[in-house]
């Protein structure tokens, strides 16, 4: 039941992105003051398109090692998730994917909604960007605290037959072993929560809710971020975009992949994660490649829904960063007992917000 809502959510993140940057195409003005904007001096559309061909490549494999990476640790002992080294990588992969939220997809979401080529009213008038974002990071919350309601349920009410049986089989012996000691039946149950599970499986599927909701909010932004750049003939943007997407997707990916890892999904579910994650990038691209003759990526309504849709990416991706990676590992009981990891995994974080702040610079 989990893997085809998962299957369904993302193919449908998918389609909804495709759909209204296609409706954008659609219906955007071609006013002359800001179509010039796309055609800089650095202007070269059979180079381009070479330099978009390779970045197709190229961000295909590093996305690839990236996410396979974590998936491939439990055979390196040291990279294993109970290993102190697992923790420190997550923290760096972290502080991309947070850094990827603020210095990456919320300035651009400023940059579409604050355009000159937009109306004064309302755009201009209302920072529909922040409030997009802040509604976004709300409505992820609500996802999670529900997706979480729900499999706890589900789990419950798929195991309550099981435990049913158990306690037949259980009782008996208790009643053998000490006829009207209460306290041996009242341990079996004392070891699961009001939700009907122990602490490992409640952990196992707030790992699994996660690493789903991760890969939503990625897959959202890596549409909209590959089809600006599939759609631009500009060499001397996408050059240095090329290199910035290629360190940004291994590290965003190894987040991921530590997540799809602690989830302890079957191959089906991983290789299906693993696939979207990959191709999502370079599925914008060639779609901005196939649009670029019709697609002005500075129309109105072009601008409205990639500042729309990056802002709510933003809101996702740093909820997730601060809430479910960062706050959740560096407030649990492995790194609050390891005063000396949790130092090394904020330097981690640090080395992360760095590494993906400076690549702001070209990005």
Not at 128 to 157: C, E, G, I, P, W
Not at 261 to 271: F, N, V
């Amino acid at each position: 039941m989990a893997s085809s809502k998962l299957h369904a959510l993302t193919v449908l993140i998918i389609l909804i992105s495709i759909a209204v940057n296609a409706a954008a195409v659609a219906v955007q003005d071609q006013s002359e003051q800001c179509g010039a904007k796309s055609k800089g001096a650095c202007h070269d559309k059979a180079q381009a398109l070479k330099l978009k061909l390779i970045a197709i490549a190229s961000i295909l494999v590093f996305s690839l090692i990236g996410v396979c990476l974590p998936l491939f640790s439990r055979s390196v002992p040291a990279l294993q998730p109970d290993k102190d080294l697992f923790s420190i990588v997550k923290a760096l992969a972290s502080g991309v994917i947070l850094a990827t939220g603020y210095m990456h997809v919320l300035p651009d979401s400023f940059e579409c909604l604050t355009s000159v080529c937009l109306p004064e009213k309302p755009w201009k008038k209302f920072p529909f960007t922040t409030f997009v974002a802040m509604l976004s990071a709300v409505l992820t919350l609500m996802v999670d605290s529900f997706s979480m309601s729900h499999y706890r349920k589900a789990f419950a009410a798929g195991t309550r037959s099981g435990d049913e049986e158990n306690d037949k089989n259980v009782t008996p012996q208790l009643e053998h072993v000490g006829h009207g000691h209460g306290h041996g039946h009242g341990h079996v149950q004392d070891t699961k929560n009001e939700g009907g599970l122990n602490g490992k499986d409640s952990q196992l599927l707030r790992y699994r809710v996660v690493a789903q909701v991760l890969e939503l909010g990625i897959v959202v932004h890596s549409v909209v971020i590959g089809l600006s750049m599939g759609a631009s003939d500009n060499p001397c943007t996408i050059r240095p975009l090329i290199a910035a997407l290629c360190f940004h997707q291994l590290f965003e990916g190894m987040g991921l992949g530590g997540c799809i890892l602690q989830a302890e999904y079957g191959l089906k579910i991983k290789s299906v994660m693993v696939f979207f994650f990959s191709v999502t990038t370079p599925f914008g691209i060639a779609l901005g490649i196939g649009l670029s003759n019709v697609y002005s990526e500075d129309s109105p309504t072009a601008l409205i829904v990639v500042g729309l849709l990056n802002a709510a990416s933003a809101g996702l991706l740093n909820y997730m960063a601060l809430v479910d990676l960062l706050a959740a590992d560096f407030m649990g009981p492995k790194l609050q007992a390891k005063p000396k990891l949790q130092m090394w995994s904020y330097l981690a974080v640090f080395l992360g917000l760095g590494g993906m702040s400076v690549m702001a610079l070209w990005a």
